[in-house]
């Protein structure tokens, strides 16, 4: 199973970007999933989560600014960032909840005025 993500870039604070991440391979169907995120020399946090149910979770520093999506038939899930804040760059990754797939490359998101 491979995981991309993309839908990076260089954002203005305040701005908003829309991450993309599908799940590719051998039929695997994506359940409980959440995106993740990690700048250098640190580790990777997780940011988002949603259930096969639909139901999501935030870290407190993105909550009301972000929102996780899925959309089951596109085997992807989705980072919906708005009012993007400098302490939001980082390289952002999706997995399940339990980190159980092997990690993608990733997409950067900067920003910086």
């Known amino acids: 199973v491979q995981l991309q993500a993309s839908g990076g870039g260089l954002q203005q604070p305040g701005g908003s970007l829309r991450l993309s991440c599908t799940a590719s391979?051998?039929?695997?169907?994506?359940?409980?999933m959440a995106w993740y995120r990690q700048t250098p020399g640190n580790q990777r946090e997780l940011v988002a989560l949603?259930?096969?149910?639909?139901?999501?979770e935030y870290v407190d520093s993105v909550k009301g600014r972000f929102t996780i999506a899925r959309d089951n038939a596109k085997n992807t899930v989705y980072l919906q960032m708005n009012s993007l804040k400098p302490e939001d760059t980082a390289v952002y990754f999706c997995?399940?909840?339990?980190?159980?797939?092997?990690w993608g490359q990733g997409t950067q998101v900067t920003v910086s005025s």
């Open positions: 391979g051998s039929g695997y169907r994506i359940r409980h």
């Open positions: 997995n399940t909840m339990t980190r159980s797939l092997a």
């Open positions: 949603i259930d096969d149910g639909r139901t999501t």
